[in-house]
């Protein structure tokens, strides 16, 4: 069992940043990746951005690339996610999650925090 607790979300205004903090507990050694996903009204689950435990290997959503920066540290077993540049789309719940296997899809993460509420207005 891992357990996650997010917190940074916020109200920002269009153009600036946010930074989202993940930080696991329990069973932390049998997790292979930790993700970042997002959810807006009325649409599906998206992937963000993820990072590979072991070797700092980093993967991201297109519509995040450039602006989002996902980075951990081991040693607090914590995920982080740098947010620059938000835009009125970047509006959603946003999640973390862990899970076993490198994959962008929401289903095979078997752990998620609670999600956290990022609104960026004009």
């Known amino acids: 069992q891992v357990q996650l607790v997010e917190s940074g979300g916020g109200l920002v205004q269009a153009g600036g940043s946010l930074r989202l903090s993940c930080a696991a507990s329990g069973r932390t050694w049998r997790t292979t990746i930790m993700g970042w996903f997002r959810q807006a009204p009325g649409k599906e689950r998206e992937f963000v951005a993820s990072?590979?435990?072991?070797?700092?290997?980093?993967n991201y959503g297109d519509s995040v690339k450039g602006r989002f920066v996902v980075s951990k540290d081991n040693a607090k077993n914590a995920v982080y996610l740098q947010m620059s540049s938000l835009k009125p789309e970047d509006t959603a719940v946003y999640y973390c999650a862990a899970g076993s296997v490198l994959t962008t899809l929401p289903g095979p993460y078997h752990y998620w925090g609670q999600g956290t509420q990022v609104t960026v207005f004009p």
């Open positions: 990072v590979v435990w072991s070797d700092d290997n980093t």
